[in-house]
């Protein structure tokens, strides 16, 4: 995995603790487990390295987490990407109505947004992302129902990203339509996803092909914000519920998934702490050894990352992109962000090795078009004034209170 020097360590810590809004809601959960019909479903390739595996091959495998490394006959190596809330607030979508004017160019350009993170994602085998709106080809909306330009699909794709979580408590924002959209915008630019369905086969588990590891990534979310599917259509989206996830990844193993991946839109707003629901969840979702790395997002602040049952867990990678309003009560943590990246070796005796993650702190440049700003690449820059050095080193002291081991230090 790539290894990129660093601005010296931090010595000051600053913690900000307030309250976010945008995302509140409810908690519930229907417990369903029946996930739908296929066992095996045809997804679009997200990039030249990610191709489909239509058929089951092998059996589930038993995964570990050492940190040593070791190389020989018939290793496999992929590299992975992961990133914060993409939360397509007004004003996000504003400056991207801007960068369109500046191109000569109608509608909403996202693309600059991503540039200067663009490089880490594309050092990666699979970077994903987590979209928390669904899309419209309407006029967009903010808080309560968000629904995010169209536009925004081709700018992840174009950033580097293969592939997104969608469960979240905003997926019914625009009832099923929503969903459609982004689902068939993704599959306009070829990326996939796991979270939402336009169909009930869409909600299976689906297994990826990328650099010869089959890969499964599953996406849910704690609750809907009090909204519903359509009646019958519960397999719309995947609610977080223990036992479901565990079959899940026990249906994508007998798939012939070496390594399932699983994203939590969960945790309390704005809170950096992980709460007891987390843990409860990460706890039994990890038990049972069908699943090898857990991702969450929903805090819009960073969360730690822990071994949970000897498997990585990172609890809250912040925001990604977004525009929480400057308020007494919106925590300055809400503009910082993770781009973790994780090496995943698979021996030739099928055993499979999680790396720990590495931490890459991000911070959204709201003043400057939304750009999502790689930390530690700007403060090793030799033209950076006083000021902005100043406001990344407070960014990147927040993130490293939560996950500065993690950090690279060269």
């Known amino acids: 995995m790539p290894r990129r020097p660093i601005f010296p360590a ?5 913690v900000v603790a307030a309250v976010a809004t945008g995302c509140n809601g409810d908690d519930g959960n229907d417990g369903r487990t029946d996930v739908g019909a296929p066992t095996s479903v045809t997804v679009q390739p997200a990039a030249a390295t990610v191709t489909t595996l239509l058929a089951p091959t092998i059996s589930s495998s038993t995964s570990s987490t050492s940190s040593t490394t070791t190389t020989g006959p018939g290793l496999r190596r992929v590299t992975l990407a992961f990133s914060g809330d993409i939360l397509v607030h007004e004003r996000v979508w504003q400056s991207a109505e801007h960068y369109a004017r500046d191109g000569s160019a109608p509608g909403y350009d996202f693309r600059p947004m991503f540039a200067d993170i663009a490089p880490l994602l594309n050092s990666v085998d699979l970077a994903v992302c987590h979209l928390e709106t669904v899309i419209t080809d309407q006029p967009p909306s903010d ?9 925004i699909v081709p700018a992840i794709k174009a950033a580097g990203y293969d592939n997104c ?16 959209a982004t689902l068939d915008a993704f599959d306009a630019v070829g ?3 796991s979270g939402t ?15 010869g590891v089959r890969i499964a990534h599953l996406s849910y979310t704690y609750g809907y914000n009090g909204l519903e599917p359509p009646e019958g259509e519960w397999w719309r989206s995947a609610k977080i519920y223990s036992e479901r996830i565990v079959n899940d990844a026990e249906r994508a193993r007998s798939m012939g998934a070496e390594l399932v991946i699983v994203s939590m839109h969960w ?11 987390q843990r409860l969840w990460a706890d039994e979702i990890t038990r049972g050894g069908l699943v090898d790395l857990v991702v969450g997002h929903h805090s819009h ?16 990678l912040g925001n990604h992109l977004s525009d929480h309003p400057r308020q007494d009560d919106y925590p300055a943590a809400s503009q910082d962000g993770l781009l973790v990246t994780v090496q995943v070796d698979v021996h030739a005796d099928g055993r499979v090795e999680v790396l720990p993650p590495v931490a890459h702190p991000t911070w959204v440049d709201r003043e400057n078009g939304h750009v999502i700003r790689d930390v530690l690449a700007e403060l090793r820059r030799d033209d950076l004034g006083d000021a902005a050095r100043s406001v990344y080193a407070e960014s990147l002291a927040r993130t490293a209170a939560q996950v500065g081991s993690f950090i690279p230090t060269e």
């Open 10 to 14: 931090v010595l000051a810590v600053l």
């Open 165 to 180: 979580s969608t469960a979240s408590n905003h997926v019914f924002d625009k009832g099923a339509a929503g969903i459609d």
């Open 197 to 211: 369905a336009r169909t009930k086969a869409e909600i299976v588990p689906r297994v990826l092909d990328v650099n």
């Open 143 to 151: 808080y309560p129902f968000y629904a995010a330009p169209a536009e």
């Open 267 to 277: 945790g309390k707003e704005p809170l950096s702490g992980i709460d007891r629901a």
């Open 301 to 316: 602040v960073v969360q730690g990352i822990e071994q949970v049952n000897g498997v990585w867990t990172v609890f809250g």
């Open 191 to 193: 990326l996939t996803q």
